[in-house]
């Protein structure tokens, strides 16, 4: 970013902090690096990443995994992208679009995609999540298979999920400018194929209305970071509305597909080979809605 002329640095008729939350929005909306770059996946491997969650078992690991098309794998890698280890697992990629982990040593493994609205049922998969310093001998088995329902009149596309307290949270993808819809799939007891369980709204996220591709709930549970190709928005829980939103980033496109919290920062996850960003604490925090409001309206 090129240095302010002397009208923005202090001779504006504007109040300052219209003029600094200008400055703010500017600094991380225009492209100039509000995400750094940390490393490549070798493509070979991992050509379409589709979602990434953080271990909490193994410090310093990510669990990531493609897209459709794809073997069924599943990789440990570390934040600059470089593989720890692969390990095959026992269940189809029909379309496996991301991935969460609860406090019990269980990933959960979405296959919620649903391109054209063509399926009536979609699964999530429990996986006993494995210690990447070892080997396994034959394909990883789900310790569990949980079903959901789509109803005809709203048999949505998802790429977004997250695990609160035995209900995954699936956010709904949506192409025609509406905002983000929440819906809760109960966990346990797993739904079987024979009685599937049936998704219920929990809401919408304000200002969401871009395609929504990776969803992260803080281990706190109290912060949901939601990402698209262009801007990742994250949102504070609370009681009414349910999720208020609380920053908003904006970059340049990137095929943005999975987003995860390392601490207080996101790591996002690009395919095409291009690998993981990381998005500062420090940068989200800066990006707050109402600047972002301000720039708009400039």
Request: hydrophobic share 40%; glycine share 8%; net charge neutral.
């Amino acid at each position: 970013m090129g240095e302010p002329d002397a009208h923005a640095a202090g001779e504006s008729d504007e109040p300052m902090p219209i003029v600094l939350a200008s400055l703010i929005v500017f600094a991380v909306a225009s492209g100039t690096a509000p995400l750094e770059h940390l490393g490549r996946f070798d493509a070979r491997a991992i050509p379409e990443a589709s979602g990434i969650v953080k271990s909490r078992r193994f410090p310093g690991i990510f669990w990531v995994h493609n897209d459709s098309g794809n073997p069924p794998l599943l990789f440990a890698v570390r934040s600059d992208g470089r593989i720890v280890r692969q390990f095959r697992l026992a269940v189809p990629n029909l379309d496996w679009e991301d991935i969460t982990i609860d406090d019990q040593g269980h990933l959960y493994l979405g296959d919620i995609g649903n391109n054209g609205g063509l399926l009536r049922v979609r699964v999530i998969y429990r996986i006993d999540e494995p210690d990447p310093s070892s080997t396994a001998d034959q394909p990883l088995a789900a310790s569990a298979a949980i079903t959901y329902a789509l109803p005809r009149s709203n048999r949505f596309d998802a790429e977004g999920l997250v695990y609160d307290r035995g209900t995954a949270i699936v956010v709904a993808k949506s192409h025609d400018g509406r905002e983000a819809e929440l819906f809760a799939v109960p966990l346990d007891p797993p739904a079987p194929p024979a009685r599937p369980a049936q998704p219920r709204a929990i809401g919408r996220l304000p200002g969401f209305t871009q395609p929504a591709t990776g969803a992260a709930l803080s281990a706190d549970r109290s912060l949901l970071a939601v990402c698209s190709d262009r801007v990742t928005r994250i949102y504070r829980r609370g009681a009414s509305p349910p999720w208020r939103l609380v920053a908003e980033v904006r970059y340049q496109p990137l095929p943005i597909e999975g987003i995860a919290w390392d601490g207080p920062d996101l790591i996002l996850a690009a395919e095409e080979g291009r690998g993981l960003y990381r998005l500062s604490q420090a940068t989200w925090r800066a990006a707050t809605p109402r600047a972002a409001a301000t720039s708009k309206a400039r």
